[in-house]
């Protein structure tokens, strides 16, 4: 069984690079396009017949399978498809993306698997986005000099925008779930463990993650991760002794300073740009036209509370049906608010089990923050403070359902569901397990890990 689970892990990841661009792009080969959309039902069918289980965990499966569903309740009110196709097929890669890893994770992957595997991933979502991204000018005199600087390379990626760039709210969102992780599984993993090698790539992977997230100028990214990164370093500081405890409290006072900086920096920024106004200058990136977006959304979630009003279609729905006076003139692709985003492109069901994945996630890094390793602990709660930072971003800003920078959350779910299930260290995990009764013939040696009921048995890979 373990063989052959490692076996569909390396399928389920096949099958996920297969079809990610055609998925991205769908009208660039609509041919391609239409041939690919069998091979993941194809896929976990035949992984279903074969294991009888399409995740190694149950706890997932139920919402799942809520979450597929209520995305297709979502997809009955599309009426412009030319905006729903992307999002519908973000939806499902983002799905595959889950499955994959958190099948993967529990198959395959150490604690230092996973952090190099994040470390590689900050570094590619930061190359793509120098080079990618329309930068903002006019937040801070001293950035906009340096961004000028910077190619646009990738054009004609993102619709609806000036040429084509990524908007660099949807990568600060996006290193603001991966950052809190990568640190705390780097401190503690390549503190005494790890090749120079390693520790090198983990040093320039925060570097250049910090960095773009810092050029992005998103206030809300900035202000949730260096928050996220301060309770990290606390948490850390009361856990360790001797000098890597002062290393962490010196680190955890300059953090908890830089986040007074940055909130007073954001507080400025919003006050000498008039962004606190109402009129009709307003826009999208300004206050009064943010509260115009919420109020509509809470509108349209009145009207469309079980299907929502479909993936990809709050723009047209918005100005068709709700007519709002400041962003009239501008397309607006989402509701800007986490939260909103989910619950009125694809109803409350979805909603709702988006959620139960959610709370599954933070249950497994509370298990997996009890381990008595310090890395596979320190693992635990970085995901649960990356989560906890991109939920915060979330409530001012947004990546929409189905959107390309939407699969690093599926990513860090598959992460963080897996964690108490299968085999990330040496270190024995707490789990809810009935102890093994007195006269067994053969008793388990001390120190094993005994994985969750619903979890199936692998052997133990070194941290």
């Not at 069984?1 to 660039?28: E, G, K, Q």
């Not at 299930?421 to 789990?431: D, E, L």
Request: aromatic letters at 8%; glycine letters at 10%; charged letters at 10%.
């Amino acid at each position: 069984m373990v063989s052959h689970s490692r076996t569909w892990s390396l399928i389920d990841a096949v099958a996920l690079l297969a079809v990610a661009l055609v998925f991205w792009f769908p009208f660039r080969l609509p041919i391609l396009t239409l041939a690919c959309l069998p091979v993941l039902p194809i896929v976990w069918a035949v992984r279903m017949r074969c294991l009888g289980q399409l995740t190694r965990q149950a706890s997932i499966r139920w919402p799942v399978l809520a979450f597929l569903l209520g995305t297709s309740l979502a997809c009955l009110p599309v009426f412009a498809f030319d905006l729903a196709l992307p999002k519908i097929l973000g939806i499902a890669l983002g799905v595959a993306a889950l499955v994959a890893t958190h099948n993967a994770v529990g198959a395959w992957l150490s604690v230092r698997g996973i952090v190099n595997g994040l470390a590689a991933l900050t570094v590619l979502v930061a190359l793509v986005g120098s080079v990618g991204v329309e930068w903002p000018t006019g937040k801070n005199p001293f950035f906009d000099p340096l961004l000028t600087h910077l190619p646009l390379l990738v054009r004609g990626v993102v619709s609806h925008t000036s040429q084509g760039g990524i908007n660099p709210n949807e990568l600060a969102g996006v290193l603001a779930l991966l950052l809190p992780a990568l640190i705390a599984g780097g401190l503690v993993q390549f503190d005494a463990r790890a090749r120079a090698f390693e520790a090198v790539a983990w040093v320039i992977a925060c570097a250049l993650g910090l960095a773009l997230l810092i050029a992005t100028q998103s206030r809300g990214a900035m202000l949730a991760t260096a928050l996220a990164v301060c309770v990290l370093l606390t948490v850390l500081q009361w856990r360790a002794a001797g000098p890597r405890r002062k290393m962490y409290r010196f680190g955890a006072g300059f953090g908890w300073i830089g986040l007074l900086a940055v909130a007073l920096w954001s507080v400025r920024s919003l006050a000498t740009a008039s962004q606190l106004g109402s009129g009709p200058a307003g826009g999208i990136d300004t206050l009064a036209g943010r509260l115009e977006i919420w109020s509509q959304a809470l509108a349209m979630l009145r009207d469309f509370p079980i299907t929502g009003i479909g993936p990809g279609q709050f723009d047209p729905v918005l100005h068709v049906l709700y007519s709002p006076r400041l962003v009239a003139d501008q397309f607006v692709p989402h509701a800007h608010d986490l939260y909103l985003a989910f619950a009125v492109e694809l109803g409350l069901p979805a909603a709702l089990a988006v959620t139960w994945l959610v709370v599954v996630f933070f249950r497994r890094c509370r298990t997996t923050f009890a381990s008595e390793d310090p890395a596979t602990s320190a693992l635990g709660l970085g995901l649960a403070l990356s989560m906890a930072a991109f939920m915060l971003f979330g409530v001012t800003d947004a990546i929409g359902p189905g959107a390309r920078g939407g699969l690093a959350l599926w990513l860090v779910l598959g992460i963080g569901t897996s964690l108490s299930a299968g085999p990330v260290s040496t270190a024995a995990v707490r789990t809810e397990q009935p102890p093994p009764r007195a006269n067994t013939a053969l008793r388990q040696p001390a120190g094993r890990v005994h994985p969750s009921p619903d979890a199936v048995q692998a052997p133990h890979t070194a941290a």
